[in-house]
């Protein structure tokens, strides 16, 4: 298991001009890809929604060794409703915790040296008040279990992740693929996990020729499967193979060829440029006022 690697988190943007700001001026990442989309993807990689959309990959350096946030917009949605599913990334940048000052953004310590942020849309980001290193600076995504244990055997037995830590009083466990990549926390809520509608995924590499195994091994262990292996193309760029599994509480995971993806994800220098653009082009708010319409709330 030691090729897999941590790509991406996604999250749905319902306003992406407030989402690239944080992103871009607080975080102080960027856009490393922009892609607009006119129709739904068949691997549901927007959500359940047919229309048109786009996505943008924005983070501190490119996939290849660096976990990134892949951001959904959907033009004809304004807002997601929140569950209690994600609980927060953690980065460590003194940089984004003085941006946040600077910038007037709410945030707060929550302990010694540590700070938690929101992003548009309520995702939490903890910020951790130290130079940024030189290698990602992305430490961990955390999510809510309803049953560590059970959990922990999935992504562990079935997934192949390292178990770093684990500390049952406390119901946390720390896993991952390779030391110096973006950890999974899975945290025990001691209830029924909800993913809103706001719900993300969280999306790992492997070489393609494992793909057929990973989803082999679902069906074998009757886990559930949520779009099985399927070949997604992007116009002009790599035909990538994906397969997306749900975790014992819903968690989407998808596992991408790690082949094909390197080609796919390869920073594009225009990426902010294409952004920008896309933003000042869409006149979907200005659409809606003007029909004295609200745009719909998933």
Not at 137 to 149: F, G, H, I, R
Not at 187 to 195: E, K, L, R, S
Not at 208 to 226: R, S, T, V, Y
Request: with cysteine; aromatic share 10%.
């Amino acid at each position: 298991m030691g090729t897999r690697r941590a790509l991406h988190f996604v999250f749905k943007a319902g306003r992406r001009g407030p989402a690239a700001r944080f992103y871009r001026e607080l975080l102080g990442m960027s856009a490393l890809r922009h892609e607009e989309f006119a129709q739904g993807c068949k691997a549901a990689c927007n959500g359940p929604y047919d229309g048109k959309w786009s996505k943008t990959m924005v983070g501190y350096g490119p996939e290849d060794n660096h976990f990134v946030i892949e951001l959904t917009y959907n033009y004809g949605v304004g807002e997601y409703r929140l569950g209690n599913d994600f609980l927060g990334i953690t980065l460590v940048s003194s940089q984004a915790v003085n941006n946040a000052r600077n910038m007037g953004w709410p945030i707060k310590e929550v302990a010694k040296g540590m700070f938690e942020t929101e992003a548009p849309g309520g995702y939490k980001f903890y910020l951790e008040d130290k130079e940024q290193p030189k290698q990602d600076p992305v430490l961990k995504v955390a999510l809510a279990v309803s049953d560590l244990q059970k959990s922990v055997n999935y992504w562990s037995n079935l997934l192949g992740m390292k178990i770093y830590e684990k500390d049952e009083e406390k119901q946390r466990a720390l896993l991952g693929y390779g030391d110096n990549q973006c950890k999974l926390e899975l945290q025990g809520i001691g209830g029924a996990v909800d993913h809103g509608t706001a719900f993300g995924r969280i999306a790992f590499s492997c070489p393609k020729d494992e793909l057929p195994h990973i989803e082999a091994l679902m069906k074998k262990e009757e886990q559930k499967i949520l779009t099985p292996l399927v070949s997604l193309d992007t116009p002009g760029k790599a035909t990538v193979q994906v397969v997306i599994l749900a975790d014992p509480d819903g968690h989407e995971i998808c596992f991408v060829g790690d082949e094909a993806f390197r080609e796919l994800s390869k920073v594009d220098p225009e990426g902010n440029k294409l952004l920008d653009d896309a933003m000042a082009a869409d006149k979907s708010d200005e659409w809606f006022a003007k029909h004295n319409m609200q745009k719909a709330s998933a």
